[in-house]
């Protein structure tokens, strides 16, 4: 049974191995290396600038975060209801195809199903609707 391996006899010429030692000796690629290195030398420049623009994009992140929870806090500012109290509800009319949403209402919460969501008893026409609702689509209602 015969080996898979080469022997000695079976390697190709060592002219590969004379460019390679070549190369290292005078600091310059053989002309048929070339466009490999040049293409190794771009992909290290566009591994650079990635890594510059995330450690920019990281630092610009790290400024604006507390920013944005703050500003978030101050829109998402959670409302308690109990059931029956009248408020108002961000909604769109489907009569006037408004895209911008309206305060709508007044309408009684119905049920609470945590401190941030609420049915409310909607209605339409002759209708009565439930719709459940996050607590920033919804006011106090400042009426009689």
């Known amino acids: 049974m015969a080996s898979q391996t080469p022997s000695p006899k079976k390697l ?3 002219k590969d191995l004379k460019l390679l030692g070549h190369w290292w000796q005078r600091g310059e690629p053989p002309d048929e290396l070339q466009p490999r290195v040049l293409m190794d030398r771009w992909v290290q420049d566009v591994l650079r600038a990635v890594l510059a ?11 604006n975060i507390p920013k944005m929870d703050k500003q978030l806090g101050t829109l998402l500012r959670p409302g308690e209801w109990n059931t029956g109290d009248l408020v108002m509800y961000r909604g769109v009319r489907e009569k006037n195809q408004v895209l911008e949403s309206q305060w ?4 009684r919460v119905v049920n609470k199903a945590s401190p941030s969501v609420y049915q409310v008893a909607v209605r339409k026409g002759a209708k009565r609707q439930e719709k459940w609702l996050h607590s920033s689509q ?3 209602w400042k009426g009689n």
């Open 12 to 14: 190709p010429p060592g």
């Open 138 to 140: 919804l006011k106090a």
């Open 53 to 63: 623009m995330y450690h920019q994009l990281a630092s610009v992140q790290g400024t």
């Open 104 to 107: 709508m209402g007044p309408v």
